[in-house]
């Protein structure tokens, strides 16, 4: 079973930086396509960014391109998300997921995701 927390939540204010983190056990990172998520109450999960085994394949929400990084370090068996000139409408709390599939490409959809953290608070003010 693979166990995922996620952390670096907090408050921001507007055009600020969080990086979150999302440290794996119970299993080998690099054999997971990974994503981040986020959620406000009353909201379906929203799709974020994803990344490929390597970290060589990324993808991204149109509303976080060019603000957000996805990134991994295998070796240590955590994933981050890198987030810059954050502001109110990225308040959520955010999830790291896990694919464990083999044979696709990176997905945006929740529901490909096998194992998800707790999640963590993000909240930019204005």
């Known amino acids: 079973q693979l166990h995922l927390v996620e952390s670096g939540g907090g408050l921001v204010q507007a055009g600020g930086s969080l990086r979150l983190s999302c440290a794996a056990s119970?299993?080998?990172?690099?054999?997971?396509?990974m994503g981040w998520f986020r959620q406000t109450p009353g909201k379906e999960r929203e799709f974020v960014a994803a990344i490929n085994w390597s970290g060589g394949s990324t993808g991204y929400a149109d509303s976080v391109k060019g603000r957000f990084t996805i990134s991994r370090d295998n070796a240590k068996n955590t994933m981050y998300l890198q987030m810059n000139s954050l502001n109110p409408e990225d308040t959520a709390v955010y999830y790291c997921?896990?694919?464990?599939?083999?044979?696709?490409?990176?997905?945006?959809?929740?529901?490909?995701?096998?194992?998800w953290g707790q999640g963590t608070q993000v909240t930019v003010s204005s």
């Open positions: 997921a896990a694919d464990s599939r083999l044979f696709y490409n990176l997905t945006n959809s929740p529901l490909q995701y096998d194992y």
């Open positions: 119970g299993g080998t990172l690099s054999r997971y396509k």
